[in-house]
């Protein structure tokens, strides 16, 4: 789907516009909104689909210590990864037990692993054409002989810190449902979260932001849908539908779900200052649930794109980290970076993998995950270059094209 530039409306902070003379500014914020209801590029049925799943208006924020230029394409790609997501209809399925057709403790290498059917395989009706222009991705790996979850860092010759990039013993990457199914659910959701483990899911990823009260809750934005900052009220006063931590950490549990934490309150969000704080309490909470569990701690991680919190997270605990990046002008140079920082995996932005980077990154042990990714052709691709996990908003796409 083309949006027309001429119906994009772009807010900036820090700069002079769009493509003037502070385009590569850093620290710039970016925000971009599509006007549905007044769009005159949509046909009619389209526009309904998207008024019902998205409202009157898709709101994008993009605000990193890349230049503007760089927070302009980000935009542009979310938003294109949003109403992507919104377009996207399951097909009704038969229930399926929620571990079905994932590997179990006893079989790490996934030897007998029902293959789905293709009448119950769930897979979801995809027009290629619109999700093509959603390749953004958002990574992680892994899988623990938790239940039904493996790890890639579980080779003898890899403990601790160290990973090994013969990570997916299957041979496939691991699929890690991005914010929950969040194409046939709300995102975040604890409905999101029991429906990926029955889509197939071998991971979840949330995301974490602080309450007025010191509790973690698990929304994307660091506001609510209703306007709210979520770092202004106690956690009580969440909108409904929206789940604390130790509430999706509950339902993953059950579900034999891996769990990849992703840390906001970045620089240039509006509770920044909360970052430490939520550090601590996030790894607070996963010690006091998993602390005496190496093996369903082997099926967490945490991740952010701020490398001074991944650092910390690091530095006080033997949790696997990720650090997401959306910039890979010089590969070599960052996984070596992160590397030398002690972390296991490297989470780039969909469009900037190539084999090359994942070729770096396995040269010096690094695990490399993609988000977000809902094109099959891509999925497939990538699984072809070696990525070790595929972050999607529709993992029963991306097992019925991984198998």
Known sequence: MHIPESELEWRFT????????????????????????????????????????????????????????????????????????????PTRRRPTRPGRGRWN???????????PRAEDSGATKIDRSVMACSRRRDVHIFQSQYQSA??????????????TTESTTSGKPLVI??????????????????????????????????????????????????????RSAPADQRPDGVCLLDEALTVCDEAGLGINVEIKAIPGDPDADTAEEL??????????RYGNDPIRRQSLMITCFWPTTIDRVRAASDLATGWLSIDATNPHEMVSRVRSQGHQAINPWDPLITVALVEA????GLAVNSWTVNDPDRMEQLASWGVDGIITDVPDVARSVLG
Request: charged share 20%; proline share 4%; aromatic share 2%.
């Open 14 to 89: 820090g700069s002079g516009g769009p493509g003037g003379q502070h385009a590569n500014t850093s620290n710039t914020r970016v925000e971009l909104v599509f006007d549905i209801a007044a769009s005159a590029s949509l046909s009619d049925t389209t526009r309904q689909r998207l008024l019902a799943a998205l409202g009157p208006q898709v709101r994008v924020v993009c605000s990193t210590s890349r230049s503007q230029r760089r927070n302009r394409d980000m935009a542009r790609e979310l938003l294109h990864q949003r109403i992507a997501a919104a377009l996207v209809t």
């Open 105 to 115: 403790a006893e079989s790490p290498k996934n030897a007998s692993a029902p293959k």
């Open 150 to 163: 493996r790890s890639p860092f579980d080779s003898p010759q890899h403990r601790g810190s160290t990973v």
């Open 177 to 230: 449902a991005h914010r929950g199914a969040s194409a046939a659910a709300p995102e975040n959701s604890l409905e999101a979260f029991r429906l990926a483990a029955v889509l197939g899911a071998d991971w979840i990823e949330l995301d974490a932001h602080l309450s007025a009260d010191g509790q973690v809750v698990v929304t994307h934005d660091a506001h609510y849908a209703n306007g709210v900052l979520v």
């Open 279 to 288: 550090t601590d309490t996030v790894l607070a909470l996963l010690d006091a």
């Open 361 to 364: 990154a396995h040269d010096v």
